[in-house]
């Protein structure tokens, strides 16, 4: 059984840094899509970032150049850097790995496969 566990998240102001962690217990195989998500209050479950199973990245546009996904195979952990926050980053962010997707990109997550985390909050004012 796979869990995941999200870190690094808090407050900051516009302009500023975050890293969000992903740490996975039990094994993901490497080739699975993995991505992160976020949600806004009153807003959808938005797709933030992905690697690919090919091992390449993709991005949603509103956030391209300033955050960067990431992963460590020998720590089993995911990374988001995000930089240059802006106000409208803020949302609860979640990981995701192993899940099912629609054609295009692992960034088009089936939210009711694969394992999801409980989810840590960023807020930029």
């Known amino acids: 059984h796979v869990q995941l566990v999200e870190s690094g998240g808090g407050s900051v102001q516009a302009g500023g840094s975050l890293r969000l962690s992903c740490a996975a217990s039990?094994?993901?195989?490497?080739?699975?899509?993995m991505g992160w998500f976020r949600q806004a209050p009153g807003k959808g479950r938005e797709a933030v970032a992905a690697?690919?199973?090919?091992?390449?990245?993709s991005y949603t546009d509103s956030v391209k150049g300033r955050f960067t996904i990431s992963k460590d195979n020998a720590k089993n952990t995911m990374y988001l850097h995000m930089n240059s926050l802006k106000p409208e980053d803020t949302a609860m962010y979640y990981c995701?790995?192993?899940?099912?997707?629609?054609?295009?990109?692992?960034?088009?997550?089936?939210?009711?496969?694969?394992?999801w985390g409980q989810g840590t909050q960023v807020t930029v004012s």
């Open positions: 995701a790995a192993g899940y099912r997707y629609y054609p295009g990109s692992c960034r088009h997550a089936r939210a009711d496969s694969g394992y």
């Open positions: 690697i690919e199973r090919d091992g390449s990245t």
């Open positions: 039990g094994y993901i195989y490497s080739r699975n899509c």
